[in-house]
Structure formats: structure tokens, C-alpha cells
């Protein structure tokens, strides 16, 4: 029956076994929620990363927006005690997925309902905002097996793939700590610049770091206010 799935319906593997494995964590997925990839592991260790560097082992409060399967949220919160995460996805189904994974792993994650920053909560600014948003242009080729299987309200990102970082880093000053923050992203190898623009827009006096995944391309960004 598993072989059938996969070979005959070019279902992902992942989805007939119902979990996988993330930064050591495992991670319980279905069709509500993607399934998390080797590009995001490496950012959250950045993440972890640069959190070491600029913050030294503070207590800091972080948002993962669009949590998906809480991948993300369960690596930063399992690796560093001193975050305090809060996560959040406008889909129900992709919320009661990470709510699983956290009682899974035994870690504290509050999770919240929101599109993007529409309905976030908090009585405290946020040190650290991350995100890894669905950057896939709506024209894009994408292969049938994730095509056809992932969810693609987390797959397709506008005309351009920037549509949800725009949102994102207009609507974030409202919530980060305004003397001292960081913003992390995922995003297309082929919007660097694109991206890099938009955060001058915002944020200009701003430290961004770009960074490459283990293949070479440009897939992560990294903004730091000091």
C-alpha cells in the first residue's frame, strides 16, 4: 500500500509514514502543513547563530510567523531554554499539527491564529521575528509530488514570491523591540537584491546579512538592529 502511494500516486513519503524529522525533533505532518526541508534546518542553526552573537544568552521573546508544523519554533525553543516562542499560521489545520509537535517534543509554544500580523497578541515587543513564508511565485514550475500533495496557501507567495515579506517587514515595527532586534528569513535563491531593497525601505539602519545554503545559493536573510 506504501509502495502504491508512492510510486503509482507520487504521494511524499513523508505524508504516508506521517512524520519526519526536524534539527533531531520529530515532526508530525499531513496534508495541512509542508513538509519541512533541509533549507530551513539551516536556518533555524543560523538563527541560533546569530542569536548567540548579538544576544549572548538573554531571554528573548520570539515570533515564528506562519509556523506550519512548528518546525521551526520546536528547533529555536528545544536548543535554547532563554527564547520564550509564540507561533503563528492563518491555517487552524497547520496550528493543531504544531500544537501536536510541541506536546510531542514536551516544549512550551504558545500558538496563535493569525494572518501574518493581523491578530498577533502580546504584552511584550518581540526581540526576534522569523519567518520562511510561502516565497514560490504564482507562475512557478513546481514538480507534481509537491504540487499536488503540500498545502499551497504555504507554497505560493504573489506575481513575485515577495508578497508575504512585504506584509511582514511593514507590519513588524508595531511589534519588535524597538532598541535592539532580529528578523530572519528563508526565501527564493533568486531574491536577494529584491529583498534586500525591501528591508532599506524599512529598516534602514539595519545590519542584513546574507546568507547561503549548503548548495550555494542565496536562501536566508538576516537583519540585526543594534
Known sequence: MCLDEYINKGRPVQYIIG??????????????VLIPRWETEELASNILIYYDRYFKGKKVNVLDIGTGSGAIAI????????????????????LKVAEANAKLNGLDIFFEKSDMLNDIKTDKPFDIIVSN?????NSEYVQPIVKDNEPHVALYGGDDGLKFYRIILRDAKKFLNKDHFMMAFEHGYD???????????????????????????????IIIKE
Open 19 to 32: 512524520y519526519t524529522y526536524f534539527y533531531g525533533y520529530k515532526i508530525l505532518v499531513n496534508d495541512d
Open 75 to 94: 528547533a529555536l525553543k528545544g536548543e535554547e531554554p532563554n527564547m520564550t516562542v509564540s507561533a503563528s499560521d492563518i491555517s487552524e489545520g497547520a
Open 133 to 137: 513564508p510561502p516565497y514560490l511565485m
Open 191 to 221: 531574491k536577494r537584491e529584491a529583498l534586500n531593497t525591501l528591508i532599506k525601505e524599512h529598516y534602514p539602519d539595519t545590519q542584513i546579512f546574507n546568507l547561503k545554503d549548503s548548495a550555494g545559493l542565496d536562501r536566508m536573510t
